[in-house]
Every structure is written in structure tokens, then in C-alpha cells.
């Protein structure tokens, strides 16, 4: 079939004229659209210009028309870390267990923590997995070498108390209480992760009266759950709150690696001062228990006690 090849011409007279009112209302709209452009220039350039600046935000506590700022806790001051380790850092000990033989045997195995001093008497407290067995202990802290006894310990508590003959010029650290945290509280760890003695390591509290069992089975209540870096080594140091008071003492991790991934365990110091008068005392701590062991039943079973 041939096409027809369609000129302006051939158009019917009725097109014809839309088309020319097409053609006069683009032409028109095109001359309005040039004309608004021109009159907005003209009325930009006859008004003063604006210029808009940066301005940087105000650090420290720069006062304001609406008040003074507030600096943000544990930014704002970033040597609240160092001063608390300062402060107590002399006296956090490391405390060398040796367990299997004699120490120079070649059957002896040596477990490595972290103890601190509570009191002026050489009293240090640790964790009773710390110690393991021994009777006496080596430990070394404030550039000294000292045999530590062990005057008692607690295994399903998991505290030990060991006694040194220390300088009378080092100052116990406080203790706190569980109570004056909360989730999100600064908290700082010291103690000896990987034989680094002294190391410092800073976080905050992640959850309060966790549960988490022991490699023996044993479950413990009532932990402090931190992000603070923990490690093979820190068992037995101190947990400091933002005061440089004694809050926990560092005793487990989840990880599924030999080393921490920001979730450890510490035991609440305010279990220990429960404990504090039994165990200096050198007494064996009292704990309830229920002579009732549970058991599955299976179908004979249920068949047999009906």
C-alpha cells in the first residue's frame, strides 16, 4: 500500500487553524518565560546580596543566650582514665599461681591474675580460680617481689583472699557498690591480659545481674556485664566506676576465641562485702544448697513409679 506523504498544505482547513493557535500560544509563553528571567535579574541585582557563613560549632563550656553547654560525660573530659589509674595503678598486683609439681618441674602449670589490695593489713582479694589450689602464691607489683599466703577462698563465689607483707604506704582501694551503676556507666579494668602487666582498659556497663556459668557447670547471678576489653589475665583485678571506687571484680568473658570480643563478667564487690568478715577470718563461707539432684525420666522409668 502507498503511503501519502502529508504536507501543511494538504491539511484541512479546521487543522489548519489549530495548528497557527499552537504555534501562537508556544511563540507567547516562550516570550513570558525570557521576560520573568530578565525581571527576577533585575530585582536580584537591585537588592544588597546575601551571604551565608559556616559557623563552627562551640566545644568546652562556652555559655550561650539559652544557658551554658553541657560537655558530654567521658568526652569531654578524656583524662578521667588516667587519673583514676594513677591513683590506684600501685596498688593492683599480679599474682602467679603454680599448680602440678614444683616450679621448676616440668609438670607445673602456672595460672596468672590480678589481684588489689582492700585493706592496710597486705589483705589482697583475687578470684578464687586465680589461686586454684595453692596455699601460697607468687606476687609481684610496686617494683617488689612478694609470697603471698592464701588466707581463703571461696570456689563457688569464685573470691580468694591473699595476704602479703606490704608496704604500709600503699593505700587500699575504696569500694563501691553494684548500685551506683547503671547500662551505659563508665567503667575502667586494670590488671595483667596476656602477662602485660598494668594494662588499663576502659568501656562501659552493658547489662547488670547477669547469669553465666563457670567451665565447672557452677552458674553465677548477679554480674556486671562490661565492653571493657577483658583477657586471660585481667581474672581477679578491679572494676572502677567513673569515681575510682571499686565496683567489680573482672572474672569472666563469652568469646569464642582466647580473648576478649566486648563482652565480660565481673563479680559485684557487694558480694564480697557480704563475705568480707568469714573470709579475712580465714572461715569457710557457708552456702545454702538443697539436697534434691534432678534427673530425666524416661518412659520405663515413668512405667516403674507409675
Not at 501562537?24 to 521576560?35: D, E, H, Q, R, V
Given at each position: 500500500m502507498r503511503r501519502r506523504r502529508w504536507d501543511y498544505e494538504d491539511w484541512p482547513?479546521?487543522?489548519?487553524?489549530?495548528?497557527?493557535?499552537?504555534?501562537?500560544?508556544?511563540?507567547?509563553?516562550?516570550?513570558?518565560?525570557?521576560?520573568?528571567?530578565?525581571?527576577?535579574?533585575?530585582?536580584?541585582?537591585?537588592?544588597?546580596?546575601?551571604?551565608?557563613?559556616?559557623?563552627?560549632?562551640?566545644?568546652?563550656?562556652?555559655a550561650s543566650t539559652s544557658g551554658s553547654l553541657t560537655p558530654i560525660p567521658g568526652v569531654e573530659d578524656t583524662t578521667i582514665v588516667t587519673q583514676i589509674y594513677n591513683r590506684v595503678k600501685n596498688s593492683i598486683f599480679t599474682i602467679t599461681a603454680v599448680s602440678g609439681g614444683k616450679p621448676t618441674s616440668s609438670d607445673a602449670e602456672e595460672d596468672i591474675g590480678t589481684g588489689f589490695l582492700i585493706d592496710h593489713n597486705g589483705d589482697l582479694l583475687t578470684n578464687a580460680h586465680v589461686v586454684g589450689s595453692a596455699t601460697t602464691v607468687q606476687v609481684s607489683g610496686d617494683n617488689r617481689q612478694f609470697v603471698g599466703r592464701v588466707i581463703d577462698a571461696d570456689q563457688l563465689d569464685d573470691l580468694a583472699i591473699v595476704r602479703i607483707p606490704a608496704p604500709k604506704s600503699l593505700e587500699p582501694l575504696p569500694l563501691g557498690s553494684v548500685k551506683s551503676l547503671q547500662p551505659g556507666s563508665l567503667v575502667i579494668a586494670i590488671g595483667n591480659p596476656f602477662e602485660l602487666t598494668s594494662s588499663v582498659s576502659s568501656g562501659i556497663v552493658s547489662g547488670l545481674n547477669r547469669s553465666m556459668s563457670e567451665s565447672n557447670g557452677h552458674v553465677m547471678n548477679g554480674m556486671i556485664q562490661t565492653d571493657a576489653p577483658l583477657n586471660p589475665g585481667n581474672s581477679g583485678g578491679p572494676l572502677l566506676n567513673a569515681a575510682g571506687q571499686v565496683v567489680g571484680i573482672n572474672t569472666l568473658i563469652e568469646s569464642p576465641i582466647e580473648g576478649s570480643i566486648g563482652i565480660g563478667f565481673a563479680i559485684p564487690i557487694d558480694r564480697f562485702i557480704q563475705l568480707e568478715p568469714e573470709m579475712l577470718a580465714g572461715k569457710p563461707?557457708?552456702?545454702?544448697?538443697?539436697?534434691?539432684?534432678?534427673?530425666?525420666?524416661?518412659?520405663?522409668m515413668r512405667q516403674a513409679l507409675h
Open positions: 482547513s479546521e487543522n489548519r487553524r489549530v495548528g497557527v493557535w499552537l504555534a501562537s500560544g508556544t511563540a507567547l509563553l516562550a516570550i513570558c518565560y525570557i521576560l520573568g528571567i530578565w525581571t527576577g535579574a533585575a530585582l536580584t541585582r537591585g537588592h544588597s546580596q546575601t551571604t551565608v557563613e559556616y559557623v563552627p560549632p562551640q566545644t568546652g563550656n562556652t563461707v557457708a552456702h545454702a544448697w538443697l539436697g534434691i539432684e534432678g534427673m530425666d525420666i524416661d518412659n520405663l
